[in-house]
């Protein structure tokens, strides 16, 4: 399972700043104390010295057993009494210790190298809004797919109904989702416009990234410039560029969305053919939603592209008829 490396940044960074934030809280929840309630911060002064006193026994050679004893029954008498005071005064401890929220890490996100399950949360609810960023997430789930957009009536052609192989469909998409991993096909997603390609795509976009694994959503014609931006530095910012290329590359799962639509140069055929290449050598797993029919890729890409395609990837025809269509005669 690959972790995004920008998504790992940005959620370190919310994770310094809500301590951050905690630690500004606390610090002036506890001077609000202190100046309000004057025996707290002075049984707070005694217990810090009463740590002091232990720590000069041990270094002292005296009477260690006892005065160590001494001390810890006078500091468990001190906390009783500092606890039932915060008590009456409407506070907890919590309030006013500034103690790490997670005791496995520290707050530190890490548990020596592993990355502590405080920050995979934080990481996924970023995943989470990088997809909704440039998906615009509403309600495609697997549960609210509709099938009733599609005809019930056999084609003569394939003695088939457009709804008896859509259901086929979404059960494939939804088992894709389900049971991803590293011996996951990849999918091509194919048919006319209005079928519902965007729609599963982004349902299993959605269950894959919540099970943890790095999901990288867009369009083959921002994904394409961002390799032309990164060659020729188009865009002024080849770093920003080369990180969304690697991301790309390196990702668990990247959907492309709408290929062929993008204007297609020798450059783009490289970037194509290096994606596909390097994706199906590291084992990733991509998803690609296109109108284009067989007929339609063999004269738009070059036969190694084709092969690849035709090859590595499952695919999924989507049949009916428009159904933005529909919808917009429904009203």
């Known amino acids: 399972m690959s972790i995004d490396g920008k998504l790992l940044r940005q959620a370190l960074d919310r994770l310094e700043a809500e301590k951050k934030a905690r630690s500004a809280i606390i610090s002036r929840t506890r001077a609000d104390v202190y100046s309000r309630y004057p025996r707290i911060k002075d049984i ?54 500034d103690e790490p ?41 697997f549960n609210t797919f509709c099938l009733e957009y599609y005809d019930d009536i056999s084609d003569p052609k394939t003695g088939i109904s457009p709804r008896k192989v859509m259901s086929g469909v979404f059960e494939s998409c ?13 999918l091509f997603l194919r048919g006319e416009t209005g079928l519902g390609k965007t729609f599963l795509s982004t349902c299993i976009a959605k269950t894959v990234s919540e099970k943890g694994y790095s999901v990288v959503y867009d369009t083959a014609v921002n994904i394409f410039a961002a390799f032309e931006d990164e060659k020729f530095g188009r865009s002024g910012d080849v770093s920003e560029a080369r990180e969304k290329t690697h991301r790309y590359l390196n990702c668990d799962l990247l959907i492309m ?26 084992g990733k797993k991509t998803v690609i939603n296109s109108n284009l029919s067989s007929e339609d890729l063999a004269k738009r890409y070059m036969p190694q592209i084709v092969s690849r395609l035709e090859g590595e990837f499952l695919p999924l025809c989507f049949y009916g008829r428009d159904i933005r269509i529909i919808k917009r005669n429904q009203i």
């Open 257 to 282: 969305d709408d290929l062929g639509t993008e204007m297609l140069t020798s450059m783009v055929s490289s970037a194509f053919y290096t994606l596909l290449n390097t994706r199906l050598v590291a």
């Open 44 to 97: 707070d002064r005694e217990l810090r010295s009463t740590m002091l006193d232990v720590i000069s026994s041990i270094t002292g050679g005296s009477n260690v057993e006892a005065e160590i004893e001494a001390a810890r029954k006078k500091n468990l008498g001190l906390q009783a009494e500092r606890f039932e005071l915060l008590r009456a005064a409407g506070y907890t401890e919590a309030d006013i210790d």
């Open 101 to 141: 929220r997670c005791k496995k890490c520290g707050d530190t996100g890490f548990i020596g190298a592993k990355i502590c399950s405080c920050l995979m949360d934080i990481y996924r609810d970023e995943q989470k809004k990088e997809l909704s960023a440039c998906l615009k997430l509403g309600k495609e789930t």
């Open 174 to 186: 939804r088992q894709y989702a389900k049971t991803f991993g590293k011996n996951s096909p990849n």
